[in-house]
């Protein structure tokens, strides 16, 4: 399966944005969908996953209550909605597809990767 992730964008601090990924190829629906993200001078890491029929969710507890995940099927397509940005919340954006059980929380885990997308949140 093929990723592109878009959506990201400069947005003040307490906006929102919502990114969007879709993806190309056989069996979409197989897979576990999750966003990671990486901030400059770090590592990157796991933001938010969501099973294969979408009724089951897992977010880091960094963006709890924050982000939201969701998928849609019938587009190929998963979400990442972004509420109260925060300046930390600036970095990369990757989404991601795994076959491996949910949730998958390591970069190891998953087995295709999008390109990435900036959000940059000013204070």
């Known amino acids: 399966v093929q990723l592109q992730a878009f959506g990201g964008g400069l947005v003040q601090a307490g906006g929102y944005l919502r990114l969007s990924c879709a993806a190309s190829?056989?069996?979409?629906?197989?897979?576990?969908m999750g966003w990671f993200r990486q901030a400059p001078g770090k590592e990157r890491e796991f933001v938010a996953a969501?099973?294969?029929?979408?009724?089951?969710?897992y977010s880091a507890d960094s963006v709890k209550g924050q982000f939201t995940i969701s998928r849609d099927n019938t587009e190929n397509a998963v979400y990442l909605q972004m509420n109260n940005l925060k300046p930390e919340d600036t970095a990369v954006y990757y989404c991601?597809?795994?076959?491996?059980?949910?949730?998958?929380?390591?970069?190891?885990?998953?087995?295709?990767w999008g390109q990435g997308t900036q959000v940059t949140v000013s204070s």
């Open positions: 991601a597809a795994s076959t491996a059980p949910f949730p998958p929380q390591t970069e190891d885990r998953h087995n295709y």
């Open positions: 190829g056989r069996n979409f629906g197989d897979y576990v």
């Open positions: 969501i099973n294969w029929s979408g009724r089951s969710t």
